[in-house]
């Protein structure tokens, strides 16, 4: 029986919780790993049968850099939002009553049915322990509950880089694994089952296939980002096999350079460093050691520690400049929201999206936060749709394709929409986008 390529990922991750003991998994930016956890957690939710609960707290939307007291906030909102949504439960936390008290009665009641329960942690900033002592807390509690209960329950933390170091140690015993993505079967079988299967760009080769990998790397936001040019300007996969990464590459090519960018934004600049330096051919023993073993074992580099791929050396060569100060580029950032509306979705005076990058410009200066892939498509097409509603099964097929009907749940769509809802500060009452009762949601003009 054939086995999809996300189980095959799964099966290594599994294999390391039988020492029953938690893990890192670090790797680099939008490989197929933390899609193939996130597979796996639906299966979980939607099969009754299936031997593990498997629960993503994701902390990648988050910014724990304020006081401690709004770092506590945010976090125990993150949790409980997100154990409610896994667990299909409701926690009415009352201000005497123990958060670490109420998830641990959850948890063993639902360990009653005999079942196993996975906590994944994804992030992709270094979160400090000193100013975020909640999240220390926590996986101290979930790593007593795991020797309570026999290793019945684990958790393991989905990174871009190590989150523990000599300043910010691990609170409890720790595995830190380097998950290396690039495996050409693994990277193929990805694009082919998951990226283009019941997709938009349905006629492919495997030429065409093998073309997407050696451009990228094996990078799966950088093929996800060409896609979307491909289609934006209404062109086959087959356009694939004539691509040339030059100095106009990244300008016709904007979803990939959007990719890029933010690729080298979630980088620490040691790793970038290196990444330059490695580009210019300078000797390896020049290079910080930290960062070359880091991109050794992230696969970024590949056996003859060259970069992987064409768009990355093409990205440092043509289109990577030294970051000026934030100021800077937030006026440069200024005069393209003011100058170029043609580009962007206008919501009001004050608030734009960008159609492209899915940034969000409020009073002409970029925020922090851009809508993510998916989240842009439900609002293009809420947005080319306003005053009118759009049904969950037309938002399914915008962002699932054919594939829809297996791959998407009401959580899915409801957790998007609440993203989305919260980076435009659409908070209730909802005034951008509202919820029709047992059909769906609209903008309304």
């Given at each position: 029986m054939k086995v999809a390529w996300h189980d095959e990922i799964f099966k290594i991750i599994e294999k390391v919780f039988q020492v029953r003991i938690p893990f890192e998994i670090v790797h680099f930016p939008s490989t197929g790993v933390t899609s193939a956890i996130n597979r796996y957690a639906e299966i979980s939710k939607n099969d009754p049968d299936f031997p593990c609960k498997c629960l993503i707290i994701d902390l990648r939307a988050a910014i724990f850099n304020h006081d401690i007291e709004f770092n506590k906030k945010e976090f125990f909102?993150?949790?409980?939002?997100?154990?409610?949504?896994?667990?299909?439960?409701?926690?009415?936390?009352?201000?005497?009553?123990?958060?670490?008290?109420?998830?641990?009665?959850?948890?063993?009641?639902?360990?009653?049915?005999?079942?196993?329960?996975?906590?994944?942690?994804?992030?992709?900033?270094?979160?400090?322990?000193?100013?975020?002592?909640?999240?220390?807390?926590?996986?101290?509690?979930?790593?007593?509950?795991?020797?309570?209960?026999?290793?019945?329950?684990?958790?393991?933390?989905?990174?871009?880089?190590?989150?523990?170091?000599?300043?910010?140690?691990?609170?409890?015993?720790?595995?830190?694994?380097?998950?290396?993505?690039?495996?050409?079967?693994?990277?193929?079988?990805?694009?082919?089952?998951?990226?283009?299967?019941?997709?938009?760009?349905?006629?492919?080769?495997?030429?065409?296939?093998?073309?997407?990998v050696d451009l990228s790397g094996g990078l799966i936001s950088l093929i996800k980002g060409l896609m979307r040019d491909l289609i934006m300007m209404d062109k086959e996969l087959e356009e694939v096999e004539t691509i040339v990464v030059d100095?106009?590459?990244?300008?016709?090519?904007?979803?990939?350079?959007?990719?890029?960018?933010?690729?080298?934004?979630?980088?620490?600049?040691?790793?970038?460093?290196?990444?330059?330096?490695?580009?210019?051919?300078?000797?390896?023993?020049?290079?910080?050691?930290?960062?070359?073993?880091?991109?050794?074992?992230?696969?970024?580099?590949?056996?003859?520690?060259?970069?992987?791929?064409?768009?990355?050396?093409?990205?440092?060569?043509?289109?990577?400049?030294?970051?000026?100060?934030?100021?800077?580029?937030?006026?440069?950032?200024?005069?393209?929201?003011?100058?170029?509306?043609?580009?962007m979705f206008l919501l009001s005076p004050k608030l734009k999206i960008d159609r492209v990058s899915g940034e969000i410009f409020v009073n002409s200066i970029p925020q922090d936060d851009y809508l993510s892939e998916k989240e842009l498509k439900i609002f293009t097409l809420l947005y080319m749709s306003a005053n009118t509603t759009v049904t969950r099964e037309q938002i399914a097929s915008s962002v699932w394709g054919d594939s829809s009907n297996i791959d998407y749940s009401d959580w899915a769509i409801d957790k998007l929409i609440s993203r989305i809802r919260e980076k435009l500060n659409d908070m209730k009452p909802n005034k951008i986008i509202k919820t029709v009762r047992k059909s769906g949601f609209t903008i309304v003009k």
């Open positions: 909102r993150i949790l409980i939002s997100h154990v409610e949504q896994y667990l299909d439960t409701k926690i009415n936390l009352e201000i005497d009553e123990n958060i670490y008290h109420i998830l641990e009665n959850i948890i063993k009641t639902y360990l009653q049915k005999k079942k196993k329960v996975l906590f994944v942690f994804y992030t992709t900033t270094q979160i400090n322990l000193s100013t975020t002592p909640e999240y220390r807390d926590l996986l101290i509690f979930l790593d007593k509950l795991r020797d309570s209960t026999g290793g019945n329950v684990n958790f393991m933390i989905a990174t871009t880089y190590p989150q523990f170091d000599d300043n910010n140690p691990a609170p409890m015993p720790l595995i830190t694994q380097y998950f290396s993505y690039y495996k050409k079967p693994w990277i193929f079988r990805s694009i082919n089952e998951d990226l283009l299967k019941g997709g938009k760009l349905k006629k492919h080769t495997v030429f065409q296939i093998e073309k997407l100095k106009d590459f990244f300008t016709n090519y904007p979803n990939c350079k959007q990719s890029v960018d933010r690729i080298f934004h979630q980088l620490k600049k040691e790793f970038v460093d290196a990444l330059i330096s490695i580009n210019d051919g300078n000797p390896l023993d020049t290079i910080n050691i930290k960062a070359l073993t880091y991109l050794k074992n992230t696969a970024i580099l590949d056996e003859n520690n060259t970069i992987r791929g064409q768009i990355l050396p093409g990205y440092l060569k043509y289109a990577y400049k030294d970051i000026p100060e934030e100021e800077v580029i937030k006026s440069l950032k200024t005069e393209i929201a003011k100058d170029d509306d043609v580009e």
